[in-house]
Each structure stands twice: as C-alpha cells, then as structure tokens.
C-alpha cells in the first residue's frame, strides 16, 4: 500500500467500477492515489461504520471486512523471457516460485532506491503483478525505459480498463468467499502467497490470491470490470459476516500488523538494506542466488552495503519497556561519558549458520 499524493485532489479523479455503489452505501469519498475512493461508510446501509468500528470488524473472529483496491495496478507480463526480465526489475526470486506461488517484492531504481513493493505470482502461462496505485504510472514508464533496450521475448499488459481488484480479509474470510467458488474447490490447500484462475459467482476469468495487508488471513480478487465486480461486491456483502470498509481502516490495519506504508516507510532513497527488507531478496541469506548473481537494477549500488559485518558501535542492555521502540533515541553512558543512540532490532547482522540443504 501507498500513501496518497498531496495533488491528488488537483487532478480529475478516477472512479472504479464500484464508485456508485460506496456512495450507496454511505462511502465517505476522498481523493487517494488519483482516485475517489472512500475513506469510511456511516449511515443505515452499512453494519458497522466508521474507521474504528471497521477496524475492528476485521479484526473478529469470523468476520471479514471487504475493500475496494481497485486502484492498484494489476500487470501482467507475457513471453518467454518474462521471468528474466522481471527479475531484471525486481529483487525477488521469480524464477523459484511454482506455478500458482507468489512472493511480496521490490522495484528497484537505477540508484538501488525503493521504486515501490510489489505482489508477483507465478500464474503459469503469465506473471500476475500488483503495484501500488500512487506509483503504478511511474512503475510502468521505468518497466518500458528498459523494455526499450531489451532484446528478449517479453510484453507488459497493463489491465486498467479491463479488472478491478478486491480485498476480502479477515478470519471469516475462507468461509464467506467458498460459498462463490465452483464446487470442489478447496481453499484448505491454498496457502498464504498462493494464487489461481477461477470463477466467481458464475462470473469466468477471475483470480483470487490468498495475501493481503492487514495481518488477516484474506484474498485480493481480480474481477472483469464493470457489472461483475459490482455483482461480486454485493454478493459478498450480502453475507452477515461481511462489512464494506473504507481506507482509513486498511491504513490503521495496516499499521498495526507493523507493514510498511510506501511513500511514508519506504521511498527512492531507502535501499532494500537500509529498510531491513534483505529477506525479499530469497532464501538463503548472503548466499541466495539474487545475491550473488546482482543482475537486478541498481544491485550493485546497495549489494555493497551488505557486508557480514556492521562497521558500526553497538550495544546491548536492558531499557525500560517505554523506550524499547525501534529507532528511539536514547543516551548510553561509557566510561562516565553520555553517547547518542537509538534502540534498533536485534541481532545487527543477519545469522549466517549451516543449513541442510532442503
């Protein structure tokens, strides 16, 4: 998730297929990421509205909260040489996932910044990719900058005026969205990470993955835009255990399960080191292939950064528990003399012990 640009409200605002039904609804609309969205539902339509009582609702036992994310943008990369290039632009290990598997990853600048995070799943005869929709504009127009130079078999299809994109999370929410699924289909051996093709509703061409940015157990839903996701929606909100809920929920949902807010967290200038974000890079730690082979837009500038060995003073102690936040600065006395510090996660450097090889 993105935070909103502070022009937003400057620009004719884009509306998803749902704008008309959030205003139904009782949708507080606002300006974010270019688009009028809303920000929270009040009035007679809704079971629980208002940011708080939203959040909440999700946060139920057998409940499950649904958001409109269709301004996300979804891509899909097409060709043979489609892994190749995305791990051109990505830091994740594309290549490892199986068909159906996903991971969350980073889109690195030419510098080694923090472009955006991204969602990539391997859907088998494509790659399904969700962006960020403050940054998808500027996302594609730097996948093109090196599609223009690259010689392989490859093209981007960006699905703006084709799917609109859900999110149903909560621990209600297996239960709520089987009851849409053909019959037979188990979401028992769907895992967190994993999508698929299918059909919702009667409505063909969706896909469901099974991830989300609240801490809940959740699917983000591609449907075909237009009266299938308006159909979708209401079908899902006809159940007792579901509640439309607005972006200020996602925002405190999302703060609260500790996830980064790009724009806020995360920008240009913070390399996926600085921003203790080394895992998206794979298994295996300093060794994983990402790493070692650094072909990856701006690896080699932060790659470097990546020594076994912090170069820094450090310490341990015990503080009290007001002051155990990350980054809380703090005063450590040596020798009777006070230093400056700040309070940061342990261990400093990541563990580099022996593994059995799986």
Known sequence: ?????????????MKTSLNEWHKELGGEMVPFAGYELPVLYKGDNVKNGGVMKEHLWCRSEGKASLFDVS???????????RVKFVEKMVVG??????TNHGCLSLITNDQGGIKDDTVIVNAGDYIHMVVNGSMKFSDMAHFQKHLDDYEGDVTMEYLEDDMQLLALQGSGAADVISKL??????LQTMAFMTGVDTTIDGIENCRITRCGYTGEDGFEISIPAGISTIQIASKLCSDPNVNPTGLGARDSLRLEAGLCLYGNDLNETINPIMGTLAWT???GGPKARRRQEQDFTGASTFLKEDVHCLKKPIAMGY???IMSKNDTPIKLKIRNKMIDAHVTKMPFVESNYYRVPE
């Open 1 to 13: 998730m993105a935070a909103a640009s502070t022009d937003a409200a400057a620009e004719p605002l």
């Open 71 to 81: 301004h996300m943008g979804q891509i899909r990369w097409h060709g043979k040489d």
């Open 93 to 98: 290990d594309i290549q490892g996932l199986d």
């Open 181 to 186: 699924l053909p019959e037979g289909f188990n």
């Open 281 to 283: 890079l794979g298994k």
């Open 319 to 321: 503080i009290d528990t």
